[in-house]
């Protein structure tokens, strides 16, 4: 397996600590709106890289956070609470608020086909063991307290400090990523523990050595999350490419200066962005959809899932309603397919299938097995490399249009789907509806035209059949096979 790693910038081989278990944790959703399809492309890309991982042979352990807590809105650890902001717009307790976007984030990802982490994780439910860290970096004297604001990390005591960003002095400069807070010994300096302003009465706050009435800074729980869980060190670690020079570079810094253990995360994976006609989609320009508002307009999840796995997760990715409507039709396409290889695998397999046909079937094995194998290798090349899905979603299509037999066709794609997800081998052969005799005639009399070569007047027939709402598919193996319009 091969991944690239945002430390590097490079692809490289991935080597877990410990090669029977990969330890993931994964960057988790704020809950104070609607989980939109940006999201669900974060989170998905996610599922596919623990399903590529899983069929690659490991046992992966993999726990994501559930952001209860209120960040606030801005880099800099300042600015309005994101959780105070939700329950205001949509007139609740901030608990509501947070239980309902965390049930609705669920409920996506299973709309979607992600399969649940091993460990989800709530932050309100963590609060000791990130107090916990933070007094570890207290004793060994990486912090400071700005009275009536936080606990604030020193980046002058951690030499290391930017390297994931790649942050270079203009980089680290006042104003430079993150703004100006009065009271910070270095620019970079980040708040680990927030205290509650005069008069100002927070929904959410939590008795500290430092305040009464306080709460965690950002940055601090996917560390404490990810220690409680997986330990002090991990393979993988997944965030959006927007937290790479803010939230997952303070992760480093504090994870590592706690444990004094360096690498906090062996391979660091970041997932682009989605965007929506050309704009960025966020909660906070209110330019976003949901899974629900495709459902809305008759667009299947799955052919969403389809449209996501045609762009590689480090590319940005443009999400038009164009492309929504071509990947429909893909997604039904695929869907017609699985039909049509459901009903011929259910054909072969009848013991009623003349012996003749049995025995072409036979012959032709050893040679389409070799087929089978080379198939294989490509899509879960592709697929290991880098989860390179553009290209295995190629091959799957390559696949399905060769000459390989209806049987092995179907097997080999649900063996492609155990790292794609799309749910098919849950779907099932479609019942056929009883037809009409003058129908049942009409196509037997297009039977005897062929037989006889007479390809004029099984036309006709083939136009009349239609005529009557009906369509015939000729399959190589089992013959005519009616379908109702
Ligand atoms: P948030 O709930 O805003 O913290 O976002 C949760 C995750 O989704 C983060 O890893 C973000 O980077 C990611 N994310 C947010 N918006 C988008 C988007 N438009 N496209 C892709 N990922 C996104
Ligand atoms: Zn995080």
Not at 140 to 150: L, M, S
Not at 301 to 321: G, I, K, Q, V
Not at 418 to 431: M, P, S, Y
Not at 458 to 465: H, K, N
Request: proline residues 3%; charged residues 30%.
């Amino acid at each position: 397996m091969k991944l690239y790693n945002t430390l590097s910038r490079k692809i490289e081989e991935f080597i877990p600590q410990d090669p029977n278990l990969v330890k993931l944790y994964a960057c988790g959703p704020t809950v104070y709106d609607f989980t939109h399809i940006g999201h669900v492309r974060k989170y998905t890309m996610d599922d596919v890289l623990v399903r590529t991982l899983r069929h690659a042979g490991y046992d992966v352990k993999f726990v994501r956070n559930i952001t209860d807590v209120g960040h606030l809105a801005s880099d800099s650890d300042t600015g309005e609470d994101k959780l105070e902001k939700g329950a205001k717009k949509y007139g609740s307790s901030v608990w509501d608020i947070a239980q309902k976007f965390e049930d609705y984030f669920h409920q996506s990802m299973d709309t979607i086909g992600n399969v649940r982490p091993n460990i989800t994780s709530k932050v309100t439910e963590h609060i000791q063991n990130q107090l916990d860290l933070v007094k570890k970096l207290e004793e060994k004297g990486f912090t400071y307290v700005i009275p009536e604001d936080g606990v604030y990390f020193d980046t002058s005591k951690f030499p290391r400090y930017g390297e994931l960003a790649k942050l270079n002095k203009e980089g680290m400069k006042d104003g430079a990523r993150v703004d100006v807070v009065a009271g910070k010994r270095n620019p970079t300096d980040f708040a680990l523990w927030k205290f509650e302003r005069a008069g100002e009465n927070r929904a959410m706050a939590w008795e500290s050595p430092w305040h009464p009435r306080s709460f965690p800074g950002w940055h601090i729980e996917c560390s404490a999350i990810s220690m409680e869980h997986l330990g002090e060190q991990i393979d993988l670690h997944t965030g959006g490419i927007d937290h790479i020079p803010v939230h997952h570079t303070n992760e480093i810094a504090q994870s590592e200066a706690a444990t004094g253990k360096s690498p906090f995360v062996k391979y660091w994976v970041h997932h682009n962005f989605l965007f929506i006609e050309g704009k960025k989609m966020s909660k906070s320009l209110n330019n976003f959809f949901t899974l629900e508002d495709l459902a809305k307009k008759e667009y299947d999840p799955m052919a969403f899932r389809l449209l996501l796995l045609t762009a590689h997760y480090r590319s940005e990715m443009n999400f038009t309603w164009d492309n929504m409507e071509g990947s429909q039709v893909a997604w039904e396409k695929l869907m017609d397919k699985v039909q049509f290889l459901l009903k011929e695998k259910e054909a072969i397999s009848n013991l009623e299938i003349e012996k003749s046909i049995r025995q072409t079937v036979e012959e032709s094995e050893g040679i389409e097995s070799e087929k089978v194998v080379s198939l294989k290798k490509r899509f879960f090349d592709a697929m290991e490399n880098d989860l390179s899905t553009p290209e295995a979603i190629a091959v799957m299509w390559e696949m399905l249009g060769s000459d390989l037999r209806a049987d092995q066709k179907y097997s080999l794609l649900l063996n492609f789907d155990e790292v794609l997800g799309l749910g098919l081998a849950r779907i099932e052969l479609k019942q056929q509806e009883i037809i009409p005799e003058s129908v049942e005639d009409l196509v037997d009399q297009r039977q005897v035209a062929r037989d006889n070569k007479d390809w004029q007047l099984a036309d006709d027939l083939r136009s009349r059949i239609n005529d009557l709402g009906y369509e015939i598919i000729d399959h190589a193996v089992i013959g005519q096979e009616l379908i109702k319009k």
